[in-house]
T-cell receptor, first 112, second 110 residues
Framework: DGGITQSPKYLFRKEGQNVTLSCEQN?????MYWYRQDPGQGLRLIYY???????QKGDIAEGYSVSREKKESFPLTVTSAQKNPTAFYLC???????????FGPGTRLTVT | KQEVTQIPAALSVPEGENLVLNCSFT??????LQWFRQDPGKGLTSLLL?????REQTSGRLNASLDKSSGRSTLYIAASQPGDSATYLC?????????FGTGTRLTVIP
């Protein structure tokens, strides 16, 4: 997880609250990604961004929002519209779409 | 839509044994295939990346092969060690997405 920082490691929220997960990188990579991991399922793509000020929805974007104002940062907001937000969230970066992806250490979000 | 399957879901082997993990995918139009390692509660560590034009990649005791036409990849681990115990994930890169398998949980018994 070298140059990718995700904070906090554990996050607890009450149902109905929005929460923002941080992802910062110093690898100078253009592309950044957010994935969600649930037990027994593969990672699923939430949002990705290939360049600053641009991002696209992944397979499960509903209930999530992102911004990419700086190359180094790609925060993910889990809104109250997300029906089942409790999960392990992973941020990744890559030099470009066809390049190797590098992952951060993850944030475990628990919503009760 | 691309589907990635990893079999078996779990595998236990005695220390020192050579082993093969399998990954299959349904759409051969991929840019590359990556193998990752994940320890419990941690992020993913990239092990090997095979570009679509390549047949295999090696790193230390690890060797990954890719047969795009048949939609298959294997990860070979030589002389397994207890420290190799982890979940191994394969992922293929399509036009706009990285598709993951559900992983093989490997336990190497001392």
């Amino acid at each position: 997880d070298g140059g990718i920082t995700q904070s906090p490691k554990y996050l607890f929220r009450k149902e109905g609250q929005n929460v923002t997960l941080s992802c910062e990188q110093n690898l100078n990579h253009d592309a950044m990604y957010w994935y969600r991991q649930d037990p027994g399922q593969g990672l699923r793509l939430i949002y990705y961004s290939q360049i600053v000020n641009d991002f696209q929805k992944g397979d499960i974007a509903e209930g999530y929002s992102v911004s990419r104002e700086k190359k180094e940062s790609f925060p993910l907001t889990v809104t109250s519209a997300q029906k089942n937000p409790t999960a392990f969230y992973l941020c990744a970066t890559a030099r470009g779409k066809t390049y190797e992806q590098y992952f951060g250490p993850g944030t475990r979000l628990t919503v009760t | 839509k691309q589907e990635v399957t990893q079999i078996p879901a779990a595998l236990s082997v005695p220390e020192g044994e050579n082993l093969v993990l399998n990954c299959s995918f349904t759409d051969s139009a991929i840019y590359n295939l990556q193998w990752f390692r994940q320890d419990p509660g941690k992020g993913l560590t990239s092990l090997l990346l095979i570009q679509s034009s390549q047949r295999e990649q090696t790193s230390g005791r690890l060797n990954a092969s890719l047969d795009k036409s048949s939609g298959r990849s294997t990860l070979y681990i030589a002389a397994s060690q207890p420290g190799d115990s982890a979940t191994y994930l394969c992922a293929v890169t399509g036009a706009n997405n990285l598709f993951f398998g559900t992983g093989t949980r490997l336990t190497v018994i001392p």
